[in-house]
């Protein structure tokens, strides 16, 4: 298993490029099966969850073929089989997202369940619920879910809780259904716009993405279509509040300032000075101390749950105190567990955590716990005295393109090391 090693060093300085987005790219991937058509996916960023995506479809028998370094042509077409097995799944919930187009495209799926995860229980039963009330039939056996249908119905599906991957799945399946499907209380995430354009680029026909009621025609058939992801704002505001944590100065290039408005208000409330144009960000801290600033995170376009770590860390190193409320998972906080192992000053109480920021954080042995926790123990590293190793790394590469190299580029003393080395 690697491991980083960071040296708590100076600020963060420099440009670095984003990422295509990860949450964007796992849906859009999927929605290739859709068609027997090929789509060309460029921007799509170079991780690990990506790469789980690509076998899970290619064991299905689908052609997956990396045309340039960040382009994939997904080709469903040779489709040999439905089933998506537990040895890909649990490794990433995401592949729930193969079950809304293999039951409109093919008629059946057999999906393993995800299960639980580490920050939480995570149902799929809206996912489900909205599949039996376009007419599929679905049963749960043997920890797979299975689903068949020869022809969905389009429906009104109302979620009772605002869910991502809950309303691609829909989206998705809508799009071969017979009539007109209606979204209510439909995610309005940018990952969820950009699915639709590229389901639109396919031929599907659809309305309202990106406000809280969608509604799709079904159409008989998706044809070939070419789709660039857009830029991944987790990983813009990752690199952004880790500029700011650091004092330091850093610009993101290749992303979009819409896509973070809730993020950027929240880094100029922390005292960073943020300039924009149509496609980077820049922070620039003029070597302060950043002011410590409440969060609460909401749906899109709300302050995102996967930014939550990453401004607690920057709390931890904050002037003054601060209140972070966690509505979207439980037991989001498990990278709270490891900066208190570093020195930080945080308490905990159901879903709110109060945090009093330090000076300086002192360099310990910790360890990754999910995705975006990853993250903040590297910003917290980095203004930590000494030298920290944080364990479990792989959390991180499921979901960030090459982090250690982009940090490294900004000044960050920041190196892996593989399990021989302890
Ligand atoms: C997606 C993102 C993830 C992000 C999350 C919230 C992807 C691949 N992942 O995850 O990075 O943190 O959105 O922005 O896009 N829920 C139910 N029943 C369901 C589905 C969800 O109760 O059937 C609940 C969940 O437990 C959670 C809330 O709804 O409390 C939101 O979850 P959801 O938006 O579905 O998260 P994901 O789509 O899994």
């Not at 799944?89 to 799926?109: F, H, K, Q, Y």
């Amino acid at each position: 298993m690697d491991k980083f090693i960071i040296a708590g060093n100076g600020p963060l300085n420099g440009t670095v490029a984003a990422a295509g987005a990860k949450n964007a790219a796992l849906p859009i991937l999927c929605a290739a099966l859709l068609s027997d058509e090929p789509l060309t996916v460029s921007n799509c960023p170079r991780l690990w969850d990506i790469g789980t995506t690509k076998k899970l479809l290619a064991q299905m028998g689908v052609t997956v073929a990396q045309a340039a370094p960040h382009t994939v042509v997904v080709d469903a077409k040779t489709i040999t089989t439905h089933i998506a097995p537990y040895e890909l799944v649990r490794t990433m919930r995401a592949s729930i997202l193969v079950l809304g187009p293999l039951v409109a495209a093919r008629g059946e799926a057999h999906v393993s369940l995800p299960g639980g995860c580490a920050i939480g229980a995570r149902p799929v039963d809206l996912h489900l619920m909205g599949l039996k009330a376009m007419g599929a039939q679905i049963t749960l056996d043997g920890g797979f879910v299975h689903a068949k249908c020869a022809k969905l119905k389009g429906a009104r599906i109302v979620f009772d809780t605002v869910t991502v991957t809950g309303t691609e799945n829909l989206m998705m399946a809508a799009t071969l259904a017979d009539g007109e499907t209606v979204l209510e209380n439909a995610a309005r995430e940018p990952e969820v716009v950009d699915l639709a354009r590229c389901l639109k680029a396919m031929g599907a026909k659809i309305e309202g993405e990106g406000t809280t009621t969608i509604r799709i025609q079904g159409v008989t058939r998706l044809h070939a279509a070419t789709h660039a992801v857009l830029p991944d704002r987790i990983e813009t505001g990752t690199f952004l509040a880790a500029a700011a944590a650091t004092r330091g100065k850093v610009r993101v290039t290749n992303t979009d300032p819409a896509l973070l408005d809730a993020v950027l208000v929240k880094l100029q409330q922390a005292g960073a000075k943020v300039s924009t144009g149509t496609d980077f960000i820049e922070v620039d801290m003029q070597g302060r101390r950043p002011l410590a600033v409440n969060i609460h995170t909401m749906p899109h376009p709300g302050f995102p749950t996967d930014m939550q770590a990453q401004f607690m860390a920057l709390n931890c190193l904050a002037e003054g105190v601060s209140v972070i409320k966690e509505t979207i998972f439980e037991n989001r906080y498990m990278h709270a567990h490891e900066l208190l192992r570093l020195g930080a000053d945080i308490r905990i109480d159901g879903h709110t955590a109060i945090v009093t920021g330090k000076e300086r954080l002192t360099a310990a042995p910790i360890m990754a716990t999910d995705l975006r926790a990853s993250a903040a123990l590297v910003m917290a590293a980095l203004c930590a005295d000494g030298e920290t190793v944080i364990d479990r790394v792989y959390h991180m590469d499921r979901g960030y393109e090459d982090i250690e190299g982009k940090f490294a580029s900004l000044g960050a003393q920041i190196k892996r090391v593989g399990k021989q080395f302890g």
